[in-house]
């Protein structure tokens, strides 16, 4: 049996593909596409071209798929939409042009379905904090025991609020500063993170995997970004690599992690300052996350 799963951020729209063998989820494969739709909200409700946006860039996936017989579609948002003021709206419009029920998770949903898919391939140390970063919002889930013990959703990511630091093409040092004592600010103000220490920082979504192919470009390592382990310290590394590569950083983000010029530097700077505050010493990537442990609720399978 085949399962689509299309998730809406705020950057780009996500299809992965899987198929069902003897209770043992496999990923085909998976495609993005960098529509940007963050760029189409106004006053914090998106617009009708960004409606648009998101019709065009499902109808596409909807074609793909129509070739694989009876497979089943799911659509998810996270706090992207969720944060809309015009969230219903969007749900509805999706209903009606495209015949799928869009499902706008919570905060307690993404921790779970995060979590869920995180561990599902992952060997675990006993604790960890998880980390997704996305474009409009950063996920921390806190666990221990092979269990939960805390989660929050902060709004920022990215794109959202940490971009605005940056005036030119790429950033300066001194605005890479101010980002950093921006997020470190939003931290300071979840209790629960205060005293927290972890040794290591697993990071689920794009973003994190950037690092680890910079990282292994960096390095010539062949090793897979999938499960890709290195020492926490090399993120501030790789900042400090980009930002003496100056005007030229722009060419080579574009080489190496195409579609993620923009977000790359403060999407680091935001994993940076948590791995700084909790002490962490390594950096996991995991392959699986939010939308294979959202999956596997669907199909009630435990990882």
Not at 60 to 81: N, P, R, V
Not at 105 to 110: A, Y
Not at 201 to 217: K, M, Q, T
Not at 271 to 277: E, P, R
Request: glycine share 8%; proline share 1%; net charge neutral.
């Amino acid at each position: 049996m085949y399962y689509g799963v299309i998730d809406i951020g705020s950057t780009t729209l996500r299809l992965s593909v899987y198929v069902l063998e003897n209770k043992t989820l496999t990923q085909l494969y998976n495609k993005k596409i960098f529509s940007r739709i963050i760029d189409y909200v106004s006053d914090n409700a998106l617009t009708a071209d960004g409606m648009d946006a998101i019709e065009e860039g499902i109808k596409e996936y909807l074609d793909e798929l129509s070739s694989l017989s009876g497979i089943k579609i799911y659509c998810f948002a996270g706090a992207f939409i969720r944060n809309l003021t015009n969230k219903n709206i969007v749900k509805d419009e999706i209903y009606s042009r495209l015949l799928l029920n869009l499902e706008i998770l919570n905060e307690e949903d993404e921790a779970n379905y995060s979590f869920a898919g995180f561990k599902y391939k992952l060997h675990l140390g006993n604790e960890g904090l998880l980390i997704g970063v996305g474009g409009s919002s950063t996920c921390l889930t806190y666990f221990k025991d092979d269990k939960i013990k805390n989660f929050t959703s902060l709004d920022f990511g990215g794109v959202k609020k940490t971009q605005t630091y940056i005036k030119g093409i790429y950033p300066t040092s001194e605005e890479i500063n101010q980002i950093h004592d921006f997020v470190r600010k939003q931290l300071e103000s979840v209790e629960w993170l205060k005293n927290l220490r972890i040794d290591n920082l697993y990071s689920i979504g794009g973003n994190g995997r950037a690092v680890a192919r910079i990282h292994r470009h960096i390095n010539k390592s062949k090793d897979s970004v999938n499960e890709y382990e290195m020492p926490f310290i090399d993120i501030s590394n790789i900042e400090e690599y980009l930002l003496g590569l100056k005007e030229k950083s722009v060419l080579y983000l574009n080489e190496v992690v195409p579609g993620r010029v923009n977000s790359f530097l403060p999407s680091s700077v935001v994993l940076n300052s948590v791995g700084q505050m909790l002490q962490a010493k390594k950096f996991i990537i995991s392959k699986y996350g939010l939308r294979e442990g959202f999956l596997l609720s669907k199909l009630n399978i435990k990882s």
